[in-house]
């Protein structure tokens, strides 16, 4: 007797007909035509079912706060880090709280399982900090959050900074987060990631540092970031979020460099949706896209995943907590467009963030977390393309959300009635 199955599932790794079987909160079995009886049981009739999707780079201490106290009218980053700055001392710690909890719900609708969210460290009352703290604790049965202790204003240029870093660590944040690149001289940044990663390494926490989130080809804090990971024995635990400047680099460097960053095992962790937005706003034309060389590292043998950033805050006034949003958009600023490219895209929102955050029992085989999301497509790529609904939302082994199929209704004579999205199937299967 099993708590749930789900009958009839595609992976995205291409299984086809399998039914997953749940107990205990964990997957019993993964086979073809299980007969054993369920409390609860959900034919996916041959529909994608994933693992949940993983958001590994996000503001959850600015979410939902869009229009306060007034809009981003430039739309550039420094306009964004300085509204952040005139909301700070608005804010409360509930207001925090509220917002962040419902942008949870959201996220889980839209079958995010796992987000790792920087929270801002500079303000001396951690307000921050005491709320992301207390939505963890809230969340913890159905949204695993890891949180990141970032000081926005520079761990070195605010004077504050790095005793409230410390402080916030001690609460029990999880991550050592950075801005080398907001810091006020090159040095300064590389100084900043050095103190970083030292105090990472005396903890035993993991590193994510907010990289070279510039378009100038000279910001190269990522080298650094490579450096001090190898010094201090930190390799797998440290990511590098953004990497924009990459995109500008002189190629010659950026050869000696990838295989740095892949010896030090960082994980790469590009935002597209954010980068393509914020990033080449000083330039005229031609103007750069702001996205890392997103193909260049993954083929240099780098776990790159994609993180949103942001949804309807300073920065970006727009967003859904639709990780296959982010997917399509990596998807064409990177050009991934063969198969196997856009079948990766997949990967870069569900299990390589789930490996740089380190998540265990993660994905879809027998003893893993009975976590997945069944979509209204029959592939990865369908799902990227459609972006479509997730009609079961399953955590623990338990429907936690749900939607009805998403079906047009056509009123023209002679047509048919009703319009599936999912209804357009390429001539080969596309995972053929
Ligand atoms: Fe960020």
Request: with cysteine; hydrophobic share 45%; aromatic share 4%.
């Amino acid at each position: 007797m099993f708590d749930l199955i789900v009958k009839n599932a595609t992976l995205p790794d291409g299984r086809r007909g399998l039914d997953i079987a749940c107990a205990g909160g964990e997957i019993a079995a993964l086979e073809a035509g299980i007969t054993a009886q369920a409390g609860e049981v959900i034919d996916a009739g041959g529909l994608l079912v994933s693992p949940p999707f993983v958001d590994v780079h996000f503001h959850m201490d600015a979410t939902l706060s869009l229009g306060r106290p007034r809009m981003n009218v430039s739309g550039t980053l420094l306009e964004g880090i300085a509204l952040w700055g005139e909301l700070k001392p608005l804010q409360t710690v509930e207001e925090i709280i509220e917002r962040a909890l419902r942008y949870c719900d959201l996220a889980v609708s839209m079958g995010i399982g796992a987000i790792r969210s920087h929270v801002d460290v500079c303000d001396d009352e951690l307000k921050g900090v005491q709320a992301l703290l207390e939505v963890k604790r809230q969340v913890a049965d159905y949204l695993e959050l890891q949180l990141v202790a970032f000081p926005q204003d520079g761990v070195l240029r605010d004077p504050a900074a790095l005793e409230n870093l410390t402080r916030a660590l001690d609460m029990g944040v999880d991550v050592v987060g950075g801005i080398p690149h907001f810091e006020r001289t090159m040095q300064a940044g590389a100084d900043s990631v050095r103190i970083l990663c030292e105090i990472a390494a005396e903890r035993g926490l993991m590193v994510d540092m907010h990289c070279d989130e510039t378009d100038d080809p000279l910001s190269r804090h990522i080298e650094t970031l490579a450096h001090e990971t190898q010094r201090l024995g930190l390799q797998g635990r440290v990511a590098g979020s953004h990497l924009t400047s990459m995109h500008s680099m002189d190629n010659y460097y950026v050869s000696k460099l990838i295989p740095l960053i892949a010896e030090a095992g960082l994980h790469a962790i590009p935002n597209p949706l954010i980068n393509i937005m914020l990033q080449g706003r000083h330039d005229s034309y031609p103007k750069r896209r702001g996205l890392t060389r997103v193909r260049e590292l993954r083929d240099g043998g780098i776990n790159v995943a994609f993180g949103s950033d942001c949804v309807m805050d300073p920065w970006y006034s727009l967003g859904r907590a639709c990780m296959l949003d982010v997917a399509h958009m990596g998807l064409h600023v990177g050009q991934l467009s063969s198969r196997e490219d856009m079948r990766w895209c997949f990967d870069a929102v569900t299990v390589n963030p789930a490996r740089a955050m380190g998540l265990e029992g993660y994905g879809l085989e027998v003893g893993c977390a009975a976590d997945m999301v069944l979509l209204q497509a029959r592939d990865p790529i369908e799902a990227i393309r459609l972006r479509p609904v997730r009609l079961a939302v399953i955590r623990a082994g338990r429907v936690i959300a749900s939607c009805a199929p998403q079906i047009g209704a056509l009123a023209l004579p002679g047509r048919p009635g009703r319009v599936d999205p999912a209804a357009y199937a390429p001539r080969e299967r596309s995972d053929a």
